[in-house]
């Protein structure tokens, strides 16, 4: 019985770390995919304005 809370324990631990860890990684790929679309618009904006012009739009849908 011991051994199975230990091993539980230790799991959501190892868990919590993992989520932290990776947590912005689909925002972070989300950015630079909006980013790289944003350079094919009729009038593209530089690589500062495209990146808070996506993370202004990703964040405001979470």
Do not use: W
């Amino acid at each position: 019985m011991k051994v199975k809370n230990i091993l539980t324990i230790i799991l959501i631990i190892i868990g919590i770390y993992f989520i932290f860890n990776f947590r912005d990684h689909n925002f972070k790929r989300s950015i630079d995919a909006c980013i790289a679309g944003s350079q094919k618009l009729d009038q593209p904006m530089t690589i500062e304005e495209a990146k808070k012009f996506c993370e202004e739009k990703i964040m405001s849908k979470k």
